[in-house]
């Protein structure tokens, strides 16, 4: 039994396509497609957690989409959640009773190192990436950023850095053309230029 996490599925929304820019040619595309890589990833018994904007659809269409859908399903409502999250029944496709969260809740979920990390390695053979480490995702992160031009006092945050000057000593490298940068300024600096004296000055005739 695995616990996933999921949001905005939208379902029968069928302008998300166009605000969203999502692959489909129609709103009852979309949710077929949807709906099978669902239920081709949760399990029936699996736990999964939608964080907000299920459908913006009544009670009834959420109601036929939840039974589609595998899994213990826990729903904490978005904003077009509105017109269905009130006291009703749901029931998912394996027959578990949908669990309507309060908009805004904490969820505690119980993370084991040794799960996580088998679980790390196994999507990175499956992924055909490099066997790294878990801890190496928060350099991949920092890289990325930088190479992508984030401003060095945002990536300082991201990162929990008290001090910019600690995230440039373990990245700076990494910031683009900044060795460029540097030395098209002291070439601006250094670089020699011509200095008017009193014997270069043109002589002024009086007409």
Not at 24 to 40: A, H, P, Q, R
Not at 85 to 92: L, Q, T
Not at 148 to 158: A, E, I, P
């Amino acid at each position: 039994m695995k616990i996933w996490f999921t949001a905005d599925t939208h379902f029968g929304h069928g302008n998300v396509i166009r605000y969203n820019k999502r692959p489909y040619s129609s709103g009852s595309e979309m949710d077929t497609v949807l709906i099978e890589n669902w239920n081709k990833a949760i399990q029936p018994n699996d736990t999964i957690y939608h964080l907000g904007d299920f459908t913006l659809q009544g009670k009834k269409l959420a109601e036929h989409y939840f039974s589609r859908l595998n899994g213990r399903i826990h729903v904490v409502p978005g904003g077009h959640d509105r017109s269905w999250n009130k006291k009703y029944d749901f029931f998912s496709r394996s027959g578990h009773p949908v669990v309507v969260l309060p908009p805004l809740v904490t969820i505690k979920v119980p993370l084991r190192y040794g799960r996580v990390y088998k679980e790390f390695k196994a999507l990175l053979e499956e992924a055909g990436l490099p066997d790294i480490r878990f801890h190496d995702l928060r350099h991949t992160a920092a890289s990325q950023m930088i190479t992508h031009s984030v401003d060095n006092v945002t990536v300082s945050k991201r990162l929990g850095h008290s001090k910019v000057s600690t995230t440039l000593d373990h990245y700076g490298h990494l910031v683009p053309g900044a060795q460029e940068q540097a030395a098209a300024v002291m070439d601006d600096l250094t670089t020699p230029v011509a200095i008017m004296t009193e014997k270069t000055a043109p002589k002024l005739h009086r007409a």
